[in-house]
């Protein structure tokens, strides 16, 4: 099954996101532990969402690179943590661990068939971790010039990868 735009699913009922949030230090931090979905919060942006693709959710572009059809994004979320920080009204950092195959189904395109309710809850897998770190200017009211957001981060799948251009996984047992 290919997506298009990140709003496409196949017709079920599942659990997307399940989670429990502690703020810390006075709120100027914040852990998550649940059912998580990356496409959340990173790789998105709030001022875009009116006119390019992706509008619900992260790029398309991460479907190829990570196994389940991109990771733990809409639909399939996986379980994880995640540590935000605010130290600033314009700064926020980001961080966190996912179970690195929401769906056990690796790089096959049967993510959802092997999760259809979004309750497998897998943590056997090599995990995802990613990172971001968000300068805000122009928020303020009252402030002069458009608003924005400037976003600066990485991931790692910690997963072996046999070929890059057919992706087959050397850490994958085989479909069951």
């Known amino acids: 099954m290919s997506r298009i735009n990140s709003l496409e699913a196949r017709h079920a009922i599942r659990l997307f996101e399940a989670w429990t949030e502690q703020q810390l230090f006075q709120g100027l931090a914040a852990i998550r532990i649940g059912q998580l979905s990356a496409d959340t919060e990173f790789i998105i942006s709030e001022f875009a969402a009116t006119y390019l693709n992706g509008t619900f959710g992260w790029l398309d572009i991460m479907v190829p690179d990570l196994p389940s059809a991109g990771g733990p994004n809409y639909p399939l979320a996986t379980p994880g943590v995640r540590l935000k920080a605010t ?30 309710a979004g309750i497998n809850f ?4 090599p995990p995802f971790l990613i990172s971001e770190a968000q300068y805000k200017y122009n928020q303020a009211s ?8 400037i976003k600066l ?24």
């Open 87 to 116: 130290p600033s009204d314009q700064i926020t950092l980001l961080a966190a661990l996912f179970n690195g195959d929401p769906s056990g189904a690796r790089l096959s395109g049967l993510a959802e068939i092997k999760d259809p």
């Open 122 to 125: 897998r943590v056997q897998y």
């Open 142 to 149: 009252g402030s002069t010039g458009l608003a924005g957001t």
């Open 153 to 176: 981060g990485g991931w790692h799948h910690f997963g072996g990868f046999n070929d890059e251009s057919s992706a087959s996984a050397a850490w994958y047992s085989p479909i069951q």
